[in-house]
């Protein structure tokens, strides 16, 4: 079974400075990696993903993130925040289904992304 | 393209009793999976479905049921409902494998 750890419950963060959101996980299998961001009273929106390939992946809003297979990680960063950015991020992982389709996600605790004027 | 829509958005109910959520998904989409979101234990996997069946199931009692209809509709089914079972209940519907999910806005369950 996999699992993920988000390390940081909460990150303060300075308008216009960079930021790194940090994800560790679990299998024992080959994984899919997810980073989604909730903001308040909405549901949950992907801003990138891991398949395959580059393990440098841009998603949206200015986010990136980097797959590390020796240390099982998938960090998010972004080198410039906005006060907008202000929510809930969290790493999610899935494994493939060899019966085609999907399988369900296991996430993380979650980080609140707090960013101060 | 529409989005996953979630109904009922809120939702009241007294302990004991039972509660019907629905999910339609992004047309085209034959995966559909329910996830429970409170503050103590985040979000936590109830189960999914591909193509009417049920693939995958979450550790949670079997009050929590679902299913999915042809049309790839989904809907979930709490019965006797208790206080702990208050939460944001999000359905997420997908393409295919490592697509990502695309969630609804979630219906939030309140237990009294």
């Known amino acids: 079974a996999q699992s993920v750890t988000q390390l940081d419950s909460q990150v303060p963060v300075f308008e216009e400075a960079p930021v790194e959101l940090r994800c560790n996980y679990s299998?024992?299998?080959?994984?899919?990696l997810f980073w989604y961001v909730q903001y308040p009273n909405q549901g949950l929106q992907l801003l990138l993903k891991?398949?395959?390939?580059?393990?440098l992946v841009k998603g949206i809003n200015g986010f990136e993130a980097e797959f590390n297979k020796s240390q099982t990680s998938f960090h998010l960063r972004k080198p410039s925040v906005h006060i907008s950015d202000t929510a809930e991020y969290f790493c999610?992982?899935?494994?493939?289904?060899?019966?085609?389709?999907?399988?369900?996600?296991?996430f993380g605790k979650g980080t609140h992304l707090i960013i101060q004027p | 393209k529409a989005g996953v829509t979630q109904t009922p958005r809120y939702l009241i109910k007294t302990r004991g009793q039972q509660v019907t959520l629905s999910c339609s998904p992004i047309?085209?989409?034959?995966?559909v999976s329910w996830y429970q979101q409170t503050p103590g234990q985040g979000l936590q996997f109830l189960f999914e479905?591909?193509?009417?069946?049920?693939?995958n199931k979450g550790n949670f009692p079997g009050r929590f049921s679902g299913r999915q209809f042809s049309n790839s509709r989904s809907e979930m089914n709490v019965s006797t409902l208790e206080l702990g079972d208050s939460a944001l209940y999000l359905c997420?519907?997908?393409?295919?494998?490592?697509?990502?999910?695309?969630f609804g806005s979630g219906t939030r369950l309140t237990v009294v």
């Open positions: 997420a519907s997908s393409s295919g494998q490592g697509e990502g999910y695309t």
């Open positions: 299998s024992s299998v080959s994984v899919y």
């Open positions: 891991y398949l395959s390939g580059s393990t």
């Open positions: 999610a992982v899935s494994e493939p289904y060899s019966g085609g389709g999907a399988d369900g996600l296991t």
């Open positions: 047309s085209g989409h034959r995966s």
């Open positions: 479905y591909f193509s009417e069946t049920q693939r």
